[in-house]
């Protein structure tokens, strides 16, 4: 993984910065990839520890944009990265599958970041699966620094076997910090474009030929796993033996310390004749994974008697707690007495809520006001499917929302006017070809854009419509009423969504126009990437008459206050969170919320 005499530090580093830094040591020339949480600081970090910029790092307009990318820049001869969370790699599968079959001639590495558990997802898939039904060899790090070696074995191997190679993660292996052993970056090497057309022109008759070197090359892949530096056999009491992978290895260990396991870090295509070896050796044999049994089953269509989901949950993260558990459960481990209980304070249940001064709040109050029918999509402004909003009817994936609109409007099953609701991000991302067929097929339908101008749920990345590049460089900013109305769009407004009756007026106009209708709400994210703070207001407490209005907003900022006066409660605004954006100013029915200046507001509530 390099060259003998290198000279080497150890540094901390979470999984997504040192798999930035194995690619960075493998010579990686370009890195492609969408935002999407656990995956998105990689790409991040590859910017940070490239400042002479040896290497092309982009933030795509999407995943299957990414991928496409990294495929022509591996054809072209220089190794390269993309990056996604799970789900992102449903949007890439399209050129992942073919790619199994033209090959990649210099290094093509695909991180796909799981997240089980479900932190910040709409699914919990298993995408092991995936590498299985793609043909592709499957990489599994159980740390930090098994992230950056097998970056670099990932890149060696995708060579080795002209393959694409899917690197998977999860999301405490994304985020959680171990010491790494690191060397020197490599310089790309910039191979150059060399002509093959029967490799990389999938018509039938030179895909056909392509299908049978895929099969021959699984078959090469599967000869290599059984000797591979990735599996380990650590050998202890014989008595019980622990198959398993990834994360769940470093439960396994802190659970049974004694317990002969073998790791494997290569999972796809799986080593069958170092797996029946090691089952002779010991006992009993359990799988712990997380997710789906993919080992637990393949191992027993191999003849083996194995036992794995009978002891250990199919949905959300394993935790050396639950494993414990699952191999106490087994008679692995003996069963102890319960520590005591240790008593915790009740707590309050905190749901999550939008930021305070976010500017996708009163488009939802609008919506809701008009009694509209609403499919969302993925960003933060889900949260207006919650109290005190809801506002929002559904959410599947990334730019559903204009097509599930069309079709809600089309099953003339909605008496109430039908709008979708996207981000600016998303809009770009998949929402395009959506209201594209809108206007085609002549469906009357509003489209909300929420623009922000950033990819505010992962952090504040770049997308076309902020005018710069993942560096920070300029760039062309897509203008999103220009480009909905060259699409077709009868209208598209852009309205400030802090003038409470401007945005009222556009969406009630919008959803009264026959044809594809747009609003454009116009204002950045209170967040990302830079906050925005004006001046904070407060509550005048004898003009406050506790009617709820500004409740309705689900501002955190605006609180109960613990006392009465006059015999009543009262709001008060905390003006430490506060942005100063001066919405709920507008709704308040006796002008009791106003800038918090001098001692016009007394002790500021």
Not at 373 to 401: K, Q, R
Not at 413 to 420: D, E, L
Not at 464 to 473: C, E, L, N
Request: proline share 6%; with cysteine; net charge negative.
């Amino acid at each position: 993984m390099s060259s003998t005499g290198e000279s080497s530090s150890s540094v901390l580093l979470s999984g997504n910065e040192a798999i930035a830094q194995g690619a960075r040591e493998a010579g990686v020339g370009v890195a492609t990839g969408y935002p999407g949480t656990p995956s998105t600081e990689i790409l991040e970090a590859l910017v940070r520890s490239d400042p002479d910029r040896d290497v092309y790092v982009e933030w795509s307009s999407n995943e299957k944009v990414a991928i496409d990318v990294a495929l022509g820049a591996a054809i072209g001869g220089t190794r390269a990265l993309v990056t996604m969370k799970h789900v992102g790699l449903n949007v890439a599968s399209d050129t992942f599958m073919t790619a199994a079959y033209t090959g990649v001639r210099a290094g093509l590495v695909v991180v796909s970041a799981d997240d089980p558990g479900m932190h910040s997802s709409q699914n919990e898939q298993d995408n092991r699966f995936v590498a299985r039904f793609a043909g592709v060899p499957l990489l599994e790090p159980s740390d930090s620094a098994e992230a950056r070696d097998l970056t670099v074995a990932a890149f060696e191997i995708a060579e080795r076997f002209d393959t694409p190679v899917l690197l998977r993660t999860t999301t405490r292996i994304a985020h959680a910090r171990a010491l790494v052993s690191v060397r020197p970056a490599r310089r790309p090497d910039r191979g150059g474009f060399r002509r093959d057309r029967p490799k990389y022109v999938m018509l039938p008759g030179f895909a056909r030929q392509r299908r049978i070197v895929l099969l021959d090359r699984l078959a090469a892949l599967a000869e290599y796993a059984e000797t591979s530096p990735l599996q380990r056999v650590e050998l202890g009491d014989l008595s019980v033996g622990v198959i398993t992978s990834s994360i769940a290895y470093q439960y396994v260990r802190e659970a049974l310390p004694e317990a002969s396991v073998l790791k494997l870090g290569l999972t796809h295509p799986l080593p069958a004749r170092l797996i029946r070896d090691f089952c002779s050796r010991v006992e009993r044999v359990l799988v712990v994974e997380e997710l789906d049994p993919y080992l637990e089953d393949q191992i027993r269509a191999l003849g083996i008697a194995v036992e794995g989901k009978r002891f250990f949950a199919r949905a959300g993260e394993l935790g050396p707690d639950s494993v414990r558990a699952g191999l106490r459960l087994a008679g692995a481990v003996a069963e102890t007495a319960a520590p005591a209980a240790q008593q915790s304070p009740p707590t309050t249940p905190r749901p999550p809520l939008l930021c305070p001064g976010c500017p996708h709040v009163v488009p939802f109050l609008a919506l809701r006001q008009l009694g509209a029918v609403v499919t969302g999509d993925i960003g933060c402004y889900t949260l207006a499917a919650s109290a005190p909003l809801e506002a929002m009817d559904s959410c599947v994936a990334m730019g559903s929302s204009i097509g599930m609109a069309i079709g809600v409007r089309r099953s003339g099953g909605a008496s109430a006017p039908v709008v979708a609701a996207i981000g600016d991000s998303t809009f770009m991302h998949a929402g395009i070809p959506a209201l594209v067929d809108a206007v085609t097929n002549g469906t009357d339908l509003t489209v909300l854009i929420l623009d922000n101008g950033t990819t505010a749920m992962t952090g504040g990345q770049a997308q076309p419509g902020t005018g710069s590049t993942i560096r920070g460089d300029p760039s062309t900013r897509i203008d999103l009423a220009a480009l909905c109305l060259a699409l077709g769009a009868r209208s598209a407004e852009v309205v400030d969504p802090y003038d409470v009756a401007a945005t009222h007026r556009a969406l009630e106009k919008a959803v009264a126009s026959s044809g594809v209708s747009v609003v454009i709400t116009d204002r950045p994210c209170v967040e990302a990437p830079v906050k925005v703070r004006d001046t904070p207001f407060a509550v005048v407490a004898e003009r406050c008459i506790a009617c709820q209005l500004c409740m309705n907003l689900g501002c955190p900022s605006i609180v109960w206050d613990g006392g009465l006066y006059e015999g009543r409660r009262r709001v008060r605004i905390d003006a430490s969170t506060c942005t100063g954006c001066a919405v709920c100013a507008q709704l308040c029915p006796t002008e009791a919320m106003v800038p918090l200046t001098g001692t016009a507001a007394g002790d500021g509530r």
